[in-house]
């Protein structure tokens, strides 16, 4: 439901704001899509059809082929859900996976995201994130 | 792994899904188009209370602002009537002259007011959406300008909505005269756009700095560039001081 929401959302705010916002939402769409494939070990219809909406969406907003990613990208993923699964690896890893190879996908739709990536924008956003996170792990168990 | 029969029947969907529009690609196009579409109505609500929000703190900020901005423009708006009735008159003598040698009063080209609801940062492609289509009168082919600047040509159409491919992209190509001759010229993806030939003629061309690339029309001529030089070879600079807030459709029909 929680990325339904925020599917709902990036479709909505794409195009409306700065040019750095809207890379930060297809990198999004591109982490809720992986970690929808990756989030256990059995892939059910919903997380899948999640998949496939965010990396619709993603197609949509960058006019790549309809349908391209979803063909492409199923059977690889599902070999590295079968990878992480098998070797047991800790959550702070699979999250690491999820990362990083959202990353590599976002370099891949454009290569004109490089100069923009060493923008003094995206460290704020980082920094924000890092500092929120670190928020709630550190003082957001106290109030329960 | 795959505990599931309909997630692979959804694959399968999928994979068909692709091959069919990989085949049709107007048919990706069309449903790319509705899907701003349907992006576009989403967004009229929170865009007016948007608007609406932005509206009533700037009217508390800047009122006293406005206030003095209006007195400045009222003045000038009375020098300005002053000035526009004077070029009326002239232009009157004009106007009845043409009207006398063509029998018939100054053509005006005919055009529709367009707002861009998809791509508006040309990041990933260098064409945009507009929200409208076949309804309004919009064909495949038809020039969006601002003033009288190529922006670019439309694409594809649906009922509500318009692909335009920019003059920039590497897609665009058109036929321009400069300085009475015609050329064919492509985009690069660039802000420039290179010469591919001189259209029915041999000769070599004679280009010179700041030489203005035309389109001509029926009623208008609309400007694409001036030419400019980059390692001796000649190019067509595109006008960078484009307002995306005031585009227009112009059919020439």
Redesign the interface.
């Known amino acids: 439901m929680i990325r339904l929401f925020f599917l709902l959302l990036f479709?909505?705010l794409?195009?409306?704001q700065s040019?750095f916002l809207?890379?930060l939402i297809l990198f999004s769409l591109v982490n809720i899509s992986f970690f929808s494939i990756l989030r256990q070990?059995?892939?059910?219809?919903s997380d899948?059809?999640i998949f496939?909406c965010s990396i619709f969406l993603v197609e949509?907003?960058?006019?790549l082929?309809?349908?391209?990613g979803?063909?492409i990208l199923?059977l690889p993923m599902?070999g590295i859900?079968?990878l992480i699964y098998n070797f047991n690896f800790n959550n702070f890893y699979k999250s690491f996976v999820i990362f990083i190879m959202s990353l590599l996908t976002i370099f891949g739709?454009?290569k004109?995201i490089y100069p923009r990536a060493l923008s003094f924008d995206y460290f704020i956003f980082f920094m924000l994130f890092i500092f929120v996170f670190l928020g709630l792990q550190l003082y957001g168990k106290k109030q329960n | 792994m795959i505990n599931n029969k309909k997630v692979f029947l959804v694959f399968i969907i999928c994979f068909f899904s692709f091959t069919t529009l990989a085949l049709f690609p107007n048919y990706g196009d069309k449903l790319r188009l509705n899907v701003f579409f349907i992006k576009s109505i989403i967004e009229k609500p929170f865009e007016y209370l948007y608007s609406k929000i932005g509206n009533y703190f700037d009217t508390i900020n800047t009122n006293k602002d406005y206030i003095q901005i209006i007195n400045n423009l009222e003045s000038e708006n009375i020098y300005l009537k002053e000035v526009n009735s004077y070029l009326r008159l002239i232009t009157s003598k004009y106007a009845e002259q043409y009207k006398i040698f063509h029998e018939s009063t100054i053509p005006l080209p005919q055009s529709v007011g367009v707002s861009i609801i998809g791509n508006r940062n040309l990041t990933y492609d260098k064409s945009f959406i507009i929200n409208k289509g076949s309804n309004s009168g919009i064909k495949v082919g038809d020039y969006v300008i601002d003033v009288l600047n190529v922006v670019g040509r439309v694409k594809s159409t649906t009922a509500n909505t318009s692909e335009v491919i920019t003059v920039k992209s590497i897609n665009y190509g058109d036929e321009v005269e400069i300085n009475s001759r015609s050329y064919i010229v492509s985009g690069t993806n660039n802000e420039y756009l290179s010469f591919l030939r001189q259209k029915e003629s041999m000769d070599i061309p004679n280009f010179r700095f700041g030489d203005i690339a035309i389109i001509k029309k029926n009623h208008v001529n609309l400007m694409l560039g001036r030419v400019d030089f980059i390692d001796d070879q000649p190019v067509l600079l595109t006008n960078d001081d484009i307002n995306l807030n005031n585009l227009r459709v112009y059919s020439d029909d």
């Open positions: 479709f909505i794409y195009g409306v040019i809207n890379d070990k059995n892939l059910y219809l899948y059809l496939i949509i907003f960058t006019n082929p309809l349908f391209l979803v063909v199923s599902l859900n079968r739709i454009d004109n």
